[in-house]
C-alpha cells in the first residue's frame, strides 16, 4: 500500500549537482568551468539586461514615441448585431452580465452600446455611453435604456453666445 511515508523518488529522478572548484579530478577544477579571466570568471561579475559592452544599447538607439496613461479607462464596444447572437437567456445587458459573453473579453472599465445592426428582442441596456441609433433601436424593440453615470465625469454645459453688449 501506498502511504506518505513510502512514497520515493523513481531512480534517475534526480542527479548530483555539479561540484566545482573541487580539484583537477572534477573535471570542474581549477577554473571551475568558467573559461580563462574576463569579467565573467570573477565573483559578481555580469553584466545587466540590455548592456551591449558600452556600446548604445538597442532600447536607447531607437526612437521613443508617444504615451501610455495609466490611468487610462477602457471602453467594451458592442453593437446590436452582437446583441441579437446571445442567448435568450439574457435579458440585461450590462459590463458585468456581458463579461462572462464572447463579447467582451479581457478587463474593461466602461461600456459602449452603438447602433449598428437591427434588434428584434427586447432588452435592458444599463451602459455607460449609449448612441443614439441605438438607444431608437432598443426603444422600439420593446426595451429600455438606463445610463450609467461615469464617475468623475462632469456633465457638459451646452456654451450659449451671449448678446453683444450694445455701443452707444
Do not use: C, W
Not at 569579467?39 to 539586461?49: E, Y
Not at 446583441?83 to 435568450?88: N, V
Amino acid at each position: 500500500m501506498l502511504t506518505l511515508n513510502t512514497i520515493k523518488k523513481h531512480p534517475g529522478a534526480t542527479q548530483k549537482p555539479k561540484r566545482r572548484g573541487r580539484g583537477q579530478g572534477s573535471g570542474l577544477g581549477a577554473t571551475a568551468g568558467k573559461g580563462d579571466k574576463g569579467q565573467l570568471a570573477r565573483t559578481g561579475g555580469h553584466v545587466r539586461p540590455g548592456f551591449e559592452g558600452g556600446q548604445m544599447p538597442l532600447y536607447r538607439r531607437i526612437p521613443k514615441r508617444g504615451f501610455k496613461n495609466p490611468g487610462r479607462r477602457t471602453n467594451a464596444i458592442v453593437n446590436l448585431v452582437d446583441l441579437e447572437k446571445l442567448d435568450a437567456s439574457v435579458k440585461e445587458i450590462s459590463l458585468e452580465t456581458l463579461k462572462g459573453t464572447p463579447l467582451v473579453k479581457g478587463r474593461y472599465d466602461r461600456l459602449t452600446v452603438l447602433g449598428t445592426g437591427e434588434l428584434k428582442r427586447a432588452f435592458t441596456v444599463k451602459a455607460h455611453r449609449v448612441s443614439a441609433s441605438a438607444q431608437e433601436k432598443v426603444k422600439k424593440a420593446g426595451g429600455s435604456v438606463e445610463l450609467i453615470p461615469i464617475p468623475g465625469a462632469q456633465p457638459r454645459e451646452k456654451k450659449t453666445k451671449a448678446a453683444a453688449p450694445a455701443k452707444a
